[in-house]
């Protein structure tokens, strides 16, 4: 079995570097999958994107590739309400948080799946900090309540408002760690914490994301990420769908 959560972390990791996405959003289904329960695998997962898309933002801050600016309001706001949300998870029964996972990975697919590429010149070049900030409070409340780090709704929000994709996976990757971690607290103080599958993952996700991110900034395009994490989340969304059928 740790074996098996290691390979799965690490590939995990890897593929959702490419668009700078905690790979949690994955992992917590598969955990849930090995028989798991929902509210362990999620500080695991936790844990695991801190641990991931802090190797992936050293890469981008070595790189030059992040923007402090547009990152700074989407941090300070994930990380104070992904606290409110691992909070309020503890009130809510586990179907209702398993409808709520599937219905944001449906979310997140279509995003990926349907965004148009623009032209260079049309991306968004200004930083609107009240929508910034309102990104950031919604992430860190889902972060929270799911354990999924927020990166994928981070992502598909940012794309909306005209950010240029690779801009958007380094301010995502260096955001998702804040919100995480302070998730992964609270759920540590509620008791929820198991240390041996989540240093097993954490392992696994931490060279899965540095691999990942040196691949997708050097040697991919980026619209064909964005279709790869868009049918992974789909068919991961499907497979929730049945299971709670």
């Known amino acids: ?7 799965i972390a690490f590939i995990a990791a890897f593929l959702f570097a490419l668009g700078g996405i905690g790979a949690a959003i994955i992992l917590i289904p598969i955990l849930v999958s090995l028989g798991i329960p929902v509210n362990t695998a999620k500080p695991v997962g ?3 994107n801190t641990v ?3 190797g992936a933002s050293y890469n981008n801050i070595r790189n030059k590739r992040l923007d402090l600016k547009a990152g700074i309001p989407i941090i300070i706001f994930s990380f104070l309400f992904a606290i409110l949300g691992a909070w309020v998870s503890e009130f809510i029964p586990s179907r209702i948080i398993l409808l709520l996972f599937i219905a944001f990975l449906l979310f997140s697919s279509g995003m990926y799946l349907f965004h148009k590429k623009k032209d260079e010149s049309h991306y968004r070049q200004d930083n609107p900090y009240i929508k910034l900030g309102l990104i950031g409070s ?20 940012m794309l909306m408002l005209g950010y240029h994709p ?13 919100s995480s971690f302070s998730a992964f607290v609270t759920y540590w103080i509620m008791g929820h914490v198991n240390w041996h599958i989540m240093w097993i993952a954490s392992a696994g996700g931490l060279g899965g994301a540095i691999l990942g991110t040196h691949v997708m900034h050097n040697h991919l395009n980026q619209q064909t990420v964005k279709k790869i ?3 992974i989340l789909l068919g991961m969304a499907v497979k929730m769908i049945l299971k709670v059928m």
Do not use: W
């Open 1 to 7: 079995m740790d074996i098996l959560i290691f390979f």
């Open 46 to 48: 936790l844990f695991y």
């Open 52 to 54: 991931s898309m802090a």
């Open 138 to 157: 919604l992430a860190g409340l889902l972060s929270g309540l799911l354990g999924v780090g927020g990166g994928g709704i981070i992502s598909p929000l």
């Open 166 to 178: 690779k801009k958007i996976a380094a301010i995502t990757a260096f955001v998702v760690p804040f």
């Open 229 to 231: 994490l868009a049918v």
